[in-house]
């Protein structure tokens, strides 16, 4: 199959509308993934980093600005970047705390080491594999020494991810590949990897359920993982 490149500008208009017919079937929106998701950042980086009231962190790929919804307020700073304007209009106009700059040519807008939490969420299986080194390579450049870079990603072994993927309009440009393959374009970097794991097993916030799930999270059952990794 060609790669193919999805123009998230064309769809920033209808990207949460496209996520939510695509989730659907889990009874939930995008919203509930989402906000887990973003509980569990803060989770990883509290335990790997210390308080985030303290981080300067930076959403890379953060498209419509989703994520972000869920996570202003929690760190020190929150900037998001993206090579879609559109996208990052919306994001803008959806977090007015938020700061937001276009990523171009390659390179992030940020001077080197700069931030304290580098995340990306779904964005490495978008980018073509010969892309992916150098991608990675800007996530550590813009990390500072002794920061975090993490690495949200679907799991290509969860049939209802294979699913959501395939029922989603964007979903073909995605070339999934599992923790093994990040944690090696993260050493590839210089990075150390910390810790990996599996989230979103239940469709549920429940307390004991969340609990439940972060001691399940080796198995690779989750609909998404993640993977997290120091700059030496
Ligand atoms: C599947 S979307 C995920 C968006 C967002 N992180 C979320 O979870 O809703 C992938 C995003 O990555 C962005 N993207 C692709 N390649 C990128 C790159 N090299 N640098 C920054 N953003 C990129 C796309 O424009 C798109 O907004």
Known sequence: VPETRTDYDEIADRYTRELDAAVSFAGRDHEFFTRRKAGELLHVASR???????????????????????????????TGTDVSPGSLERAARANPEVRYELSQGGRLPFEDASFDLTFTVCVVQVVPAPERPAFVA????????????????????????????????????????????????????????????????????RRRLVALERRLRRLPVGAQYYVAAHRP
Not at 153 to 177: I, K, S, W
Not at 181 to 189: H, K, Q, S, W
Not at 190 to 203: I, M, Q
């Open 48 to 78: 790997l980093l210390g308080d985030p009231k303290r981080l300067d962190a930076l959403d890379v790929g953060c498209g419509v600005g989703l994520t972000d919804r869920f996570l202003a307020g929690s760190f020190a700073s929150l």
């Open 138 to 205: 800007e996530l550590t450049r813009v990390t500072r020494p002794g920061g975090l870079v993490v690495a949200f990603e679907h799991n290509p072994l969860n049939p209802l991810t294979r699913l959501v993927v395939a029922r989603c309009e964007f979903g073909h440009d995605a070339r999934m590949l599992g923790p093994a393959g990040v944690r090696r374009l993260f050493e590839d970097a210089g990075l150390v990897p910390a810790e990996s794991g599996h989230v979103l097993l239940f469709p549920s916030s």
